[in-house]
């Protein structure tokens, strides 16, 4: 069953910070994020494991919490270059690998 | 080093045609995975292959879909009598395998059957 996303999209100006949710019904072992940019592959950002783990990687961070089966992506300060289409892809135990995706969420971050 | 790379960039087809997609991961990936993808929707899982195996091809939509990884490297999609719901961006992705490992996505290759 596909995660869901929350919002779907958002605007921002430069250096405003935001919040994009993931959440899962089923019981889940990783969450992996994704930005995508229009007619690019979509970009790696980071990997979160069950246990509550929260990982940053320079002004994003993110958060996994395995009881609630929720991540959260957080863009501190945002730039112009964060403007894209974020996704959450979720690995579950005995899934065998594969990622399912949520539907996105539109980030546009205005100058 | 080379990231992934997918063949032709694009394909237009007609429907009932046959077309062949290809991916070439990373070198010394072991896994390689193949999603779908539609407009404003996320990446749809397909197959997943681990070495020359598929391991899992539990989101082929129907027969008419199938894939090969001969030499445990290059990956082939097939499509046999294309339909016009095939349309979509065909993306490829490897990673070395095991849990929690990143996957590396190729630029995909759009498929429209008109």
């Known amino acids: 069953q596909q995660p869901v996303q929350s919002p779907q999209a958002v605007i921002l100006r430069e250096g405003e910070d935001a919040v994009i949710n993931c959440s899962s019904s089923?019981?889940?072992?990783?969450v992996h994020w994704y930005r995508q940019k229009h007619g690019e592959a979509p970009v790696f950002l980071m990997i979160?494991?069950?246990?509550?783990e929260q990982k940053g990687h320079d002004k994003i961070s993110a958060s996994f919490n395995e009881k609630k089966q929720q991540s959260s992506l957080y863009l501190t300060a945002s730039q112009l270059s964060y403007s894209g289409t974020y996704f959450c892809?979720?690995?579950?135990?005995?899934?065998?690998?594969?990622?399912?995706f949520g539907s996105g969420t539109q980030l546009t971050v205005l100058p | 080093g080379a990231g992934v790379s997918q063949t032709p960039s694009n394909k237009v087809t007609e429907k009932g045609k046959y077309v062949e997609l290809r991916c070439d991961p990373i070198?010394?990936?072991?896994?390689l995975y193949w999603y779908r993808q539609s407009l404003g929707q996320g990446p749809e899982f397909l197959i997943y292959?681990?070495?020359?195996?598929?391991?899992?091809d539990s989101g082929l939509p129907n027969d008419r879909f199938f894939a090969v990884r001969p030499e445990g490297s290059v990956s082939t999609l097939k499509i046999q009598r294309t339909e016009r719901g095939d349309s979509a961006v065909y993306l490829c992705?490897?990673?070395?395998?095991?849990?929690?490992?990143?996957?590396?996505f190729g630029p995909g290759t759009r498929l429209t059957v008109l």
């Open positions: 070198s010394g990936h072991t896994a």
């Open positions: 292959f681990q070495g020359t195996g598929a391991a899992d």
């Open positions: 979160l494991l069950k246990g509550g």
């Open positions: 992705a490897s990673s070395l395998g095991g849990l929690a490992h990143e996957q590396f």
């Open positions: 089923k019981a889940l072992y990783s």
């Open positions: 892809g979720t690995e579950a135990p005995g899934s065998a690998r594969q990622l399912t």
